[in-house]
């Protein structure tokens, strides 16, 4: 028997299918990243007063079927979010965020929290007028945290050793954090001061409005950002 199930969702990316349908990955908060069918998803379904887009909230039902693509029963949109598609540096930044999420939610696996953050994201992007990179930058290192992808800032992932918290560390992604100099090094070099400013944004205990970053950090950390998400990249399947 066919199992179905209605849940929020928001769209991480959309491919074209025949002459109407598209393939949609999904992520979900209780059901983690879901790959569908839309039957007509190009025009909008039969069951649809809206098109599907991304980066509006939206509520799906989905039917289980025997081979990996669920099949989209019916979508509508619960929550809009126009400013986004209308305002370049928020589309991209919103862009970003989606293509990480995609690549960090696991296949069917609830993710709840990390539901949460990237959801406070968007919104933010759409409401208020702060910087969208340094939104991005705080809610990207959230989201790893969230996921279970969290960077350590704090000691060695090798030894353990912990980096005393006014001093300069060599930071390796691939290996997951800091590498001291008795392990080796690795990687770049991440300064005392922002060490801390990321790992205050990583456990949700600082935000952009309390204590503004410089550019030359928002920088540094969408960069890293960047280079987490290809390093994942090809370690999940593209869905």
Not at 15 to 23: L, P
Not at 67 to 84: I, M, Q
Not at 91 to 116: I, N, S, V, Y
Not at 162 to 170: N, T, V
Request: hydrophobic share 35%; with cysteine; charged share 30%.
């Amino acid at each position: 028997m066919k199992e179905r199930f209605t849940c929020e969702a928001l769209i991480v990316r959309s491919v074209d299918y025949r002459d109407n349908d598209r393939i949609l990955t999904l992520i979900t908060p209780g059901y983690g990243k879901r790959s569908a069918m839309a039957r007509g998803g190009r025009r909008g379904g039969k069951k649809s007063t809206e098109p599907i887009e991304p980066f509006h909230t939206l509520r799906v039902t989905l039917e289980e079927t025997e081979r990996e693509l669920d099949n989209l029963c019916e979508a509508r949109v619960v929550r809009v979010r126009t400013r986004l598609t209308t305002d370049l540096a928020r589309l991209d930044a919103a862009g970003t965020a989606m293509r990480l999420a995609r690549h960090l939610f696991q296949p069917k696996a609830a993710e709840l929290t990390g539901w949460d953050t990237i959801i406070d994201l968007l919104d933010r992007l759409e409401c208020t007028d702060d910087d969208p990179s340094a939104i991005l930058a705080e809610m990207s290192l959230k989201l790893l945290a969230d996921t279970g992808y969290a960077l350590d800032f704090e000691r060695c992932v090798r030894c353990g050793r912990p980096c005393p918290a006014d001093r300069s560390a060599y930071l390796n992604v691939s290996d997951g954090g800091l590498v001291c100099h008795a392990c080796g090094g690795a990687g770049e070099i991440i300064d005392a001061r922002l060490r801390r400013c990321v790992t205050a944004f990583q456990r949700g205990e600082k935000s952009i409005l309390s204590e503004p970053p410089r550019k030359s950090d928002i920088t540094a950390i969408l960069r890293l950002i960047s280079t987490v998400m290809t390093t994942h990249a090809g370690a999940r399947t593209s869905t």
